[in-house]
């Protein structure tokens, strides 16, 4: 203990304490992942008090300082004033040269359950995550696709992160790089001049945006060199980063429709259940849909129903497992009957439930149930 720290405090009166943020005496707020994964939600606190001061460091409000040796006092508060400290989402800033796969990497990340905003002016990212914080856990990661089409983009963007750094948000960036003679084929290719080329030549804008993005890529938490990487490998590299120890998710649509009514045009994969009998030449039948009990009943006891919903159920996990290597997070399967009302309804449910059973995330839809 230090001369100063026995001596007395003179009395004056105390300062007015500052209102509690918005956090203080909150529920944290639970965000969910399809990862499962916690995430850190803040830094630690400091609980040493600079000299002098007049209300305790646990106090509502209060600001936590560390000394440094030069005598200097830094604020280590990492609570931002109005944002619930626990729920501060993530935040990954994905950037780099023009045609080595931003929009590729956004894209899976989107897939991942990530909340993704493209060419988002640097200055707003944290209004971004500010919002995302008062989500109530609904936005629990962010990521957002930063480019040089801004002028002042490297300017807006050093501000920002230092603000982020303040708050204690999590964030982490990824620099897509690639090669000179990579992006002038790719440029080439879609016949488009790179956004900073101006009038000159494809390798000029190359050239100007790789050295505004120099600093950047120093600072990068990960960076990918699609080069020699199609659009599945850069996928691949994303989800290995992103997606945790968990299988990335595939989702399935289960759709009945009816064959006089036309094929989906969205659908991946079409099967056709017209070599059952139709209930609809079932008198006490025909009123009802697939939906009904007797109606699923009579169509699951058909000859080869369930023999056909075993084997394809085995046809599609194998499906699903290519699905999910070559990075397609989507499928839609067609399920046809004449009219899309008694059989294609029926085997559209049975089928749903398998695939949710092996753990495939579904969604069924009748698309011309009722149009009779």
Request: glycine share 8%; net charge negative.
């Amino acid at each position: 203990m230090t001369e100063h720290d026995a001596r007395p405090a003179p009395e004056r009166e105390p300062a007015p304490t500052a209102p509690p943020t918005a956090a203080a005496g909150a529920a944290p707020q639970q965000g969910h992942s399809r990862t499962g994964e916690d995430r850190p939600q803040h830094h630690p606190r400091h609980d040493a008090d600079p000299a002098g001061a007049e209300r305790p460091a646990d106090a509502p409000g209060a600001a936590h300082t560390a000394g440094h040796e030069d005598g200097a006092q830094v604020s280590t508060d990492v609570t931002p004033p109005g944002i619930p400290e626990a729920a501060i989402p993530e935040l990954v800033i994905i950037s780099g040269m023009s045609g080595a796969g931003r929009s590729t990497a956004a894209k899976c990340l989107e897939d991942l359950g990530w909340f993704v905003v493209d060419n988002l002016p640097p200055a707003l990212i944290p209004t971004m995550v500010e919002l995302g914080a008062r989500s109530q856990g609904n936005v629990a990661r962010i990521a957002v696709v930063v480019d040089v089409r801004g002028r002042r983009f490297f300017d807006n963007l050093r501000e920002s992160l230092a603000d982020l750094e303040a708050k204690g948000v999590t964030r982490r960036i990824v620099f897509l790089e690639s090669s000179d003679d990579a992006l002038v084929r790719r440029f080439e290719s879609v016949r488009r001049p790179h956004p900073l080329q101006g009038d000159g030549r494809i390798v000029d804008g190359i050239a100007a945006e790789r050295e505004l993005l120099r600093e950047l890529r120093g600072d990068a938490d990960l960076v990918i060199d699609t080069s020699s990487l199609n659009v599945h490998e850069l996928r691949a590299k994303m989800d290995a980063q992103f997606a945790g120890d968990e299988e990335p998710e595939l989702r399935a649509t289960v759709m009945s429709f009816g064959f006089k009514y036309g094929l989906p045009v969205d659908a991946d994969l079409v099967v056709d259940m017209r070599f059952l009998p139709n209930p609809h030449w079932v008198p006490e039948l025909r009123p009802f849909t697939g939906l009904n009990e007797e109606v699923s009943g009579y169509v699951l006891n058909q000859p080869g129903a369930k023999e056909f919903l075993d084997r394809y159920t085995e046809l599609l996990q194998l499906v699903a497992a290519g699905y999910r290597r070559e990075g397609k997070r989507y499928v839609t399967i067609a399920v046809g009957c004449t009219g899309g009302k008694h059989r294609s309804v029926a085997m559209s449910e049975k089928l749903a439930a398998r695939l949710a059973a092996e753990g495939v995330e579904t969604v069924v839809v009748h698309r011309d149930m009722g149009r009779e």
